[in-house]
């Protein structure tokens, strides 16, 4: 791809985006037939309300939700499918190590952040263990030596620190996110962006750029191959609450401090 | 979101620790059988499938012209999973059970199961699926046995012929669980009449008797919680907290494997938790059914007759509506009226009795290509349910100690009980 074609197809990326997130605010209503009240309402329960989460931005992210989905429908998906047909099963599998293996660094450096000495050692133990023994990363013999692998990363470290998750937020191509772990998101890619400068490993190549567009492309088609997620594919009208609901409980119980034993 | 619905009722429960020893020669764990249904099977009791398939999404216009409101953007027609083999083979129709959709985690163990011993498959959504009632139901109003067989039946006829130009086929056959196995039989009786297919074969896997008493035990399961189904809001957030403070005394490393048999080994939950957590399963895919067909239907019943809901339009209070409303509000306030509607004269209990395999145990008990698995224990029938189907199928039922509803339908031998039923040749065994 030229670098003109680059930036069209972001321009046109962004332009989608921006047009799907504005379509809500242009739709007006003309000879509608009128409304009548419904059968039942939410006035008549006297219950607590299930599966909140704070979403005052929902119509945003409702159009991100779905400008997800066609981003997956059109490029995203094939694009994994094409990988997954033409790569066998094998070398899916150490591609998905290697990567893997790189990810140990930001479970590092987190659990670092959070001071937390037993595991930042487990995760060092693997990473050493993985890309030494285990070929560079391509194979995980470090959890069969009982090395527990430990997933982290800068909104976790917040949230350890007492940081609150803010509003719900869905990312575009990311997907779920808050405003904490997006924040957290930013800083992670700058320290891997950092050590990666530091070490420069393809610079000696002559082709540093083209190499490291390739590995970067490679690494997002490995973790959308990892990922089983299928925006929509419930077919459940409810959906986004659900998916908005798991994200949050999730990330809110895997962050917080461990409480002490009574 | 199948593998979060997944997460949601894995997450939620927990199951007491199977108590001494196993009473026979059947390896399935898990003793009772609200725990069964909750857990299901774990990955390493369910047998490894092939890594790669060759398989396609079909997405079928079912309903030409159909219209579809904006806030289905989403839904382009009925989808169904379609496994294929380069060799003439037999292929087996697949239906999901009550809300689940064609990629519903056991249907496609199924269909894997079945794809590795050589069969062709596709696989449907269930009847009471939202996509199924946006894109194939006729009516669009969802748990009538006969309609919704007829709706079944075009959606197969479609499937079929829009591969019939890629594979060869060797027989049809038909198999369906839960909610799923009752449509089954009911598509194999219209069959009879039109002759598409003519199946060979049609597996019952943990089929109710009648709809309405199996749903009744469910929704009796929700009235064991303190203050009834109305306070389900209030049930469900005290069992999450529980859940998550658990999570956080203990020194669990991630939401894992480790940590969810820590909460069965624990008994977190009591019996009658874990059975509201059922209950409250069901009323959220209920929920689901509810909304997206007074949708369809511009009914009224949760959404303002006339409301056009855009695709970014909150719906969380129509998700708190639903979830409130019980299988008998939908019957009595929605379901009944309508086909009373089609049908004048029609009593209630006439619908409920139509509802029910009994209505055609004639043709059950005439036909030996039907076959049926169940468990003793699970809690979709009760006892005179279980011992008439034990009574009407006779030698062409099996029934399993244990595994609940559904729980153990993933294992390794109950899988291979499948792939046996379709393989092994002919029919036999006509009496009861």
Not at chain 1, 139 to 151: I, K, M, N, Q, Y
Not at chain 1, 175 to 192: A, E, K, M, N, Q
Request: with cysteine.
């Amino acid at each position: 791809m030229t670098n003109h074609n680059r930036y069209r197809a972001r321009y046109c990326i962004f332009a989608l985006m921006l047009g799907l997130s504005l379509a809500g605010c242009a739709a007006t209503m003309v000879n509608t037939p009128v409304e009548e009240p419904p059968r039942h309402s939410i006035s008549e329960f006297k219950d607590q309300r299930f599966a909140e989460v704070a979403d005052p931005w929902e119509g945003f992210n409702r159009n991100m939700y779905r400008f997800n989905f066609y981003f997956d429908t059109y490029l995203f998906l094939p694009v994994v499918n094409g990988y997954e047909f033409v790569t066998p099963t094998f070398v899916q599998e150490r591609i998905s190590s290697f990567y893997n293996n790189i990810g140990e660094v930001k479970n590092l450096t987190n659990s670092l952040f959070q001071l937390k000495g037993t595991e930042s050692a487990t995760t060092l133990g693997r990473f050493l263990t993985n890309s030494t023994i285990g070929l560079g990363g391509l194979f995980d013999p470090a959890t069969s030596f009982g090395l527990e692998r430990h997933d982290q990363d800068f909104g976790k470290t917040l949230g350890y620190w007492g940081s609150d998750s803010g509003p719900y937020l869905v990312l575009p191509i990311f997907g779920p996110s808050s405003v904490r772990d997006t924040g957290g998101l930013i800083v992670d890619t700058g320290i891997t962006y950092g050590i990666y400068a530091g070490i420069d490993p393809f610079g000696s190549t002559g082709n540093s750029f083209a190499i490291s567009s390739g590995v970067t492309t490679l690494d997002a088609v490995d973790s959308r191959h990892q990922q089983s997620f299928r925006y929509y594919e419930s077919g459940y009208p409810f959906e986004y609450y659900m998916v908005r609901f798991f994200y949050h409980e999730k990330r809110d119980m895997e962050s917080r401090k461990p409480l002490p034993e009574n | 979101m199948t593998h979060l619905r997944l997460l949601f009722i894995t997450c939620l429960v927990l199951l007491p620790l199977p108590s001494s020893a196993a009473d026979s020669s059947y390896g399935y764990p898990i003793q009772g059988s609200y725990e069964a249904t909750i857990i299901g099977t774990t990955a390493n009791l369910i047998p490894e499938f092939p890594a790669k398939m060759r398989t396609r999404q079909l997405v079928l216009d079912v309903i030409p012209g159909r219209q579809k409101p904006p806030v289905f953007f989403y839904d382009k027609g009925l989808r169904c999973t379609f496994a294929y083999q380069k060799q003439k083979a037999p292929l087996v129709f697949l239906i999901a059970g009550a809300g689940a959709s064609d990629r519903a985690p056991k249907l496609l163990s199924i269909m894997k199961s079945l794809y590795q011993a050589g069969f062709h498959v596709i696989t449907l959504p269930s009847p009471s699926n939202a996509n199924f009632i946006i894109s194939a139901s006729q009516s669009r109003i969802p748990g009538d046995l006969t309609e919704d067989a007829a709706d079944l039946y075009r959606a197969m006829e479609t499937a079929w012929k829009q591969v019939e130009g890629d594979i060869e086929v060797s027989s049809f056959n038909l198999c369906g669980y839960s909610l799923g196995a009752s449509q089954a039989v009911a598509v194999a009786k219209l069959d009879e009449e039109r002759r598409v297919f003519t199946f060979r074969k049609v597996l019952m896997i943990n089929p109710t008797v009648s709809l309405y008493s199996s749903v009744t035990r469910i929704e009796d399961m929700l009235k064991q919680i303190p203050g009834g189904p109305k306070k389900q809001g209030i049930f469900f957030n005290k069992m999450f907290s529980k859940f998550s403070e658990y999570y956080r005394y203990g020194n669990f490393v991630a939401i894992n494997d480790d940590f969810l048999y820590s909460i069965y080994a624990e008994k977190l939950f009591s019996h009658e938790e874990t059975g509201g957590l059922i209950g409250l399963t069901f009323r959220i895919n209920l929920a689901g059914m509810i909304f997206a067909s007074d949708v369809m239907t511009n009914s009224g019943y949760v959404v303002p007759k006339n409301r056009v809901l855009s695709p970014t339009d909150s719906l969380f209070d129509y998700f708190l509506v639903s979830t409130h409303l019980s299988f008998f509000d939908y019957f009595n306030e929605y379901f009944y009226p309508y086909f009373q509607k089609q049908r004048p004269g029609l009593t209630k209990q006439a619908l409920i009795e139509s509802e029910s395999i009994r209505s055609i145990e004639g043709y059950l008990k005439s036909s030996a290509k039907f076959g049926m698995m169940t468990n003793e224990n699970d809690f979709i029938l009760t006892k005179a349910e279980l011992d008439y189907l034990r009574q009407l199928f006779g030698e062409r039922s099996k029934i399993y100690p244990r595994g609940g509803h559904l729980g153990n339908i993933e294992y390794k031998e109950n899988l291979a009980y499948v792939v046996n039923f379709f393989t092994k040749e002919g029919v036999s065994h006509d009496k009861p």
